[in-house]
């Protein structure tokens, strides 16, 4: 999952980055709206942490040029303790949540978990997909109980695909929401890992469409549908 951080002060913003680093997001920063506008209309985004009192372009300006231009994804605006009116205008504006400072780390990526998994659908915190469950909060992914042992970036494409289970993801969808601004985004990679994540998870259970890209089948669900 991807994050796109806009915050000015230096230090917090290292911080909420790599606290959503920790918890599985790769993240992109920026200082001032004009940049922070501009990453969120032209890169794609699971999740986006907005504080509203930027230099060069207000908070609300920015959320208000994404909203009119189509751009849904969901936001998570910071704001002063006591400024009701920023909350206020923030959701007027399409606003998804809010924190209010000084806030505790996790409760900010506690708030950005959840508006992905309810983008994505899921009114659960775990997330079930046949054999699989995805614990969204502790990033944790189980087989039939059992934790898989995944490395990070295993575990990131593996928790996309089961948030959008049954459907299929490209591999640009895959790398879009895998990799940082400044990344190499190797599709290559992604093949090998996907091979490596079939071994882990048992046969069947992610699918190849050519031409297309992957699916990851909740089998059981499927067969609830038809009934």
């Not at 917090?12 to 501009?38: I, R």
């Not at 209309?41 to 231009?69: C, K, N, Q």
């Amino acid at each position: 999952m991807r994050c796109l951080i806009i915050e000015d002060d230096s230090t917090l913003s290292d911080q909420l980055s790599k606290a959503m680093q920790d918890a599985g997001f790769v993240t992109d920063c920026a200082a001032d709206g004009e940049e922070g506008e501009f990453l969120g209309a032209t890169e794609t985004y699971d999740v986006a942490v907005l504080d509203l009192g930027l230099p060069g372009m207000p908070g609300i300006e920015v959320l208000t040029s994404w909203r009119e231009s189509g751009i849904t994804m969901p936001v998570l605006i910071l704001t002063a303790r006591g400024e009701w009116a920023d909350k206020v205008a923030g959701f007027r504006a399409g606003a998804d949540d809010y924190a209010v400072k000084p806030f505790r780390l996790d409760e900010v990526v506690i708030r950005a978990q959840t508006l992905v998994r309810r983008a994505a659908g899921h009114a659960q915190t775990v997330i079930s997909a046949g054999v699989l469950k995805l614990d969204s909060q502790l990033s944790v992914i189980t087989r039939e109980g059992s934790p898989l042992k995944l490395t990070a970036f295993e575990t990131r494409i593996l928790s996309y695909l089961i948030h959008h289970k049954n459907r299929v993801v490209s591999r640009s969808e895959l790398a879009e929401h895998l990799y940082d601004a400044n990344a190499d985004r190797d599709f290559k990679s992604i093949e090998v890992v996907i091979g490596r994540l079939r071994k882990k998870v048992g046969e069947g259970v992610i699918e190849t469409r050519r031409g297309e890209g992957y699916v990851l089948l909740d089998r059981n669900a499927l067969k609830a549908r038809t009934r």
